[in-house]
């Protein structure tokens, strides 16, 4: 059987919280919210003598739509443009463009050994400073610089990690914050779950800057902590 349908966010998510690919992801879809046009594209196979051995394949196309889900961290995304291709024991995304806190970014999606990895990659900008931080912080950003990002989710935890080199922007702030538009200063943050109640939050700027943070994953209350300048 050849399907072709408009499927608007809601009832794809819907469709794929009801199928064998839930279990593949992890709790990705689970609580994710949404809303635009799409349209799904699909192939299902019903073996005549055996009815209950059902597979499909197909691809569902994102048409300017956004996601978010709160309970894993994952932010609002703007304007996704792609295709995710799906059969009934995998789904993954290959460079679907979207918008993130005012600035573009690319999205691919995976599931390897159990474990979904979500890879972003984007532009850190004025615009993605003042969006996510402070209007008067972005007036001290000039430039752009790429950064990279990668999401894993497992069964029971989710773990992020971020990084830029911040090479193509200037910043004018006292030093040591303050840098030239050619000059590398490495900024990471990772967040990795360390038991089934708590996550680590580390944050590193070059050589001059660091906090260790524990947070409550239920709670988001901040146990303990250290910052170092």
Not at 49 to 72: H, M, P, R, V, W
Not at 79 to 86: D, R, S, W
Not at 185 to 213: D, H, M, P, W
Request: net charge negative; no cysteine; hydrophobic share 35%.
């Amino acid at each position: 059987i050849d399907l072709v349908l408009d499927s608007p966010i809601p009832k794809i998510i819907n469709a794929i919280n009801k199928s064998p690919i839930k279990n593949v992801m992890k709790g990705l879809f689970d609580e994710m919210k949404g809303d635009g046009n799409g349209k799904l594209t699909t192939q299902i196979q019903i073996p005549l003598k055996d009815e209950e051995n059902i597979t499909f394949n197909g691809n569902y196309e994102f048409q300017n739509s956004y996601l978010i889900n709160d309970a894993i961290g994952m932010p609002k995304i703007n304007n996704i443009i792609g295709y995710v291709e799906f059969d009934q024991n995998d789904i993954k995304i290959n460079k679907a463009e979207a918008i993130l806190s005012g600035s573009p970014i690319i999205i691919e999606l995976n599931n390897i050994n159990d474990i979904t990895h979500v890879n972003v990659s984007g532009i850190l900008d004025q615009e993605f400073i003042r969006v996510t931080l402070d209007t008067n912080l972005a007036k001290k950003f000039i430039g752009e610089s790429p950064w990279i990002g990668e999401i894993k989710i497992k069964e029971n935890s989710t773990d992020l990690k971020i990084k830029t080199d911040l090479q193509g922007i200037k910043i004018d702030l006292p030093a040591p914050f303050g840098k030239k538009e050619d000059e590398i200063t490495t900024v990471s943050i990772t967040k990795k779950s360390i038991n089934n109640n708590q996550e680590l939050i580390r944050a590193e700027i070059g050589t001059y800057a660091f906090a260790e943070l524990i947070k409550e994953k239920n709670y988001g209350e901040i146990k303990n902590g250290l910052i170092s300048i």
